[in-house]
């Protein structure tokens, strides 16, 4: 067998657990080295040694090449699995997906989640349109899965991936997810479809 790839992640990060959930996916050995967020860990001299953008996720594979971006990994990691749609435009639309949650749907619900659940922050310390762009961002997803089962289109791909890792977990941040029914049937499919149990609970690594 080769040698694992090194996963270097904290617990309580969905960007981090993304990597995880798709090698346990594919059949990908891996090893995790725990980097905690919260005591500034990505700041210590070997991890800046490793990826001086100063954040987790990242990994370090068996030749000793470096990969940050927690969608930039799994995207490598998946090429060539049925993660990927074959079809050129479904792909696109995965992709589309997977920037968007980047830019318009981690922002606010996965920092939210971190300053209350994390950070101990009372909720009306935090600047009022994280919860209202997480909501933006909640109501375009319960739009979209109304009518599929999952983001990009029928079938599971990296986008679904991507997007369940902070959503699942939403409550935490203080959003209410009963309020997004085809968005909570879709988190209980994917954790299915992942395999993500209790186990993995964020508070508890
Ligand atoms: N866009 C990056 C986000 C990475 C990121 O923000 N990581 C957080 C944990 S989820 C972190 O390391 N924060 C520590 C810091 O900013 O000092 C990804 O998807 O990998």
Sequence with gaps: ????????????????????????????????VQVDVATGGTRAPEILA???????PFVVFADGRILSESNAVILHLAEG????????FTRARMLQWMFWEQYSHEPFIAVRRFHMAFMGRPADSLDPKLLERGNVALGLMERTLADTD?????A???????LVAY????????????????VSAW??????????????GYAQP
Aim: proline share 7%; net charge negative; aromatic share 8%.
């Design 50 to 56: 490793l990826n001086p953008v100063g954040k987790v």
């Design 150 to 154: 999952f983001m990009a289109g029928d």
């Design 187 to 200: 988190v209980a499919r994917m954790e299915r479809t992942l395999g993500i149990g209790e186990r993995e």
């Design 167 to 182: 959503t699942r977990v939403a409550h935490e941040g203080g959003y209410d997810l009963a309020a997004f029914p085809s």
């Design 1 to 32: 067998m080769s040698p694992p790839i090194t996963l270097y992640g904290d617990r309580i990060s969905g960007n981090c657990l993304k990597i995880k959930w798709v090698a346990d996916y594919l059949g990908v050995p891996l090893r995790w």
């Design 81 to 88: 699995s049925d993660l990927i749609p074959a079809d050129a």
């Design 156 to 162: 599971v791909s990296l986008a679904d991936v991507a």
